[in-house]
């Protein structure tokens, strides 16, 4: 769920980490693209992996598996997952063992010193499906409009025109026989250029920011009925963390500047809302879905619904969509150690990075507080079939 690269010393919050399902921007000339490595890696040598219980992570597995963007490698494996009982953790943990094969996900830079750094840990951030109150009509308790796409956003993929460019893509907006970038937040604010697009209007503006933010969430509308907004589009502009402008205005330090801390300030603050919005001229778009099944989380940019505390959101230029990962960090609230065996599911415009995960942590009432809070160094390794090489990123071609 995100959209831009942010100094992990200010990747402070959920605010700091990108929204699930957008697509991933695109590198910068002068970013510096580090080495990926994958050293292999003995199970006993992944932390706690005896003691996590697989069992919890199984359905997100094979929500995985049944997947059709899902790498024609995996085949053989989910096959057999498949047909092993849903309650045989002992047997799950076989298979992963048997035909799998762990790899430890490390990147070298050389960028500055011309010297070899070798980093086995990356920043860990969370997200969440928040629940804002709404209606389909205007009013005076519901006033900010959340949008659909817009008629006129153009959206070009750049490696239909060039190889080299596959994955990469721009949006905008035809003016005459140019595409023009589309208006940025701060044009968009008072509504003309998307007059007719409202999906729904909600009853606080800050709630909708952070609805972008996240990607997709639920909307409990006036009659009584629950539907989810779910990502459907962005205006293409970059995403910029609000937290690092209020940090650089000297509002609160990075330390402070959590999620829970940040919509505080804003609802101190209305009068510089709509300012320090702006600040982020990224903006998300929505499509309505209906609530069939409120147990089941979002779907994310694998096209399988998110599993709380099982799913993550990865920069696919890295790491492949679908795959096991077995994720080393913190708990944002216990600071207990979190260890566990996790799908790349999702993707984020700020998830940049081999070593660089966004964990999805549902929709309860714990989940917005829990990823607010979430920001510690992590490792990751990547699970592979074993009769299989690892794959080669793709981000050197971005």
């Known amino acids: 769920m995100r959209r831009a690269t942010i100094a992990a010393t200010l990747l402070a919050s959920a605010l700091l980490a990108g929204c699930h399902t957008a697509p991933p ?11 990926l490595r994958y050293e292999a890696a003995a199970w006993s040598a992944l932390p706690e992996w005896r003691n996590d219980a697989i069992g919890e992570a199984w359905s997100a597995l094979l929500a995985s598996c049944r997947s059709t963007r899902l790498a024609a490698a995996w085949r053989a494996f989910c096959e057999e997952a498949a047909a092993l009982p849903a ?61 659909a796409v817009p008629d006129d956003l153009v959206s070009v993929e750049l490696g239909d025109l060039y190889p080299a460019l596959q994955g990469a893509r721009v949006r905008g907006r035809l003016q005459g026989r140019r595409v023009v970038p589309y208006p940025d937040r701060a044009q968009l604010a008072d509504g003309r250029v998307l007059t007719g697009k409202e999906l729904l ?13 996240q990607g997709s969430g639920r909307v ?18 970059p995403y910029r963390a609000i937290g690092r402008y209020l940090v650089q205005q000297g509002e609160m330090t ?13 609802l101190a603050h209305p009068e510089r809302q709509q300012e320090v919005f702006n600040q982020n001229p990224s903006v998300v778009f929505f499509r309505e879905e209906k609530l069939a099944n409120p147990s089941e989380g979002p779907k994310g940019a694998l096209g399988v619904p998110l599993t709380p505390g099982r799913s993550v959101a990865v920069d696919p230029r890295w790491l492949p969509l679908g795959a096991p990962l077995y994720l080393t960090t913190t708990h944002p ?41 979430m920001r510690a160094p992590g490792s990751l390794w990547l699970l592979w079939p074993a009769d299989q090489p690892p794959p080669l990123p793709t981000a050197a071609a971005h």
């Open 201 to 213: 209007w909600v009853n606080s503006a800050i709630d909708a920011f952070f609805l972008q933010i």
């Open 333 to 373: 609230v216990t600071s207990a150690p979190l260890q566990r065996l996790v799908m790349a599911q999702d993707t984020g415009g700020a998830i940049r990075g081999a070593l660089r995960a966004d964990l999805f942590w549902g929709w309860d009432v714990g989940a917005g507080d829990a990823a607010g809070r």
């Open 220 to 237: 409990r509308l006036d009659d009584g009925s629950t539907v989810r907004l779910a990502y459907a589009d962005v205006n293409g502009q």
């Open 254 to 266: 990075v330390e402070q500047a959590t999620a829970p801390a940040l919509r505080d300030w804003l």
């Open 87 to 147: 309650n045989d953790a002992a047997a799950q943990r076989q298979l992963i063992e048997t035909r799998l094969r762990a790899w430890q996900i490390v990147t070298i830079a050389d960028a500055a010193t011309h010297h070899a750094v070798r980093s086995d840990a990356g920043l860990i951030t969370g997200y969440y499906e928040p629940l804002l109150n709404g209606s389909r009509k205007k009013s005076a308790t519901f006033q900010t409009p959340l949008y």
């Open 25 to 35: 921007r695109q590198t910068p000339a002068a970013e510096v693209i580090p080495e």
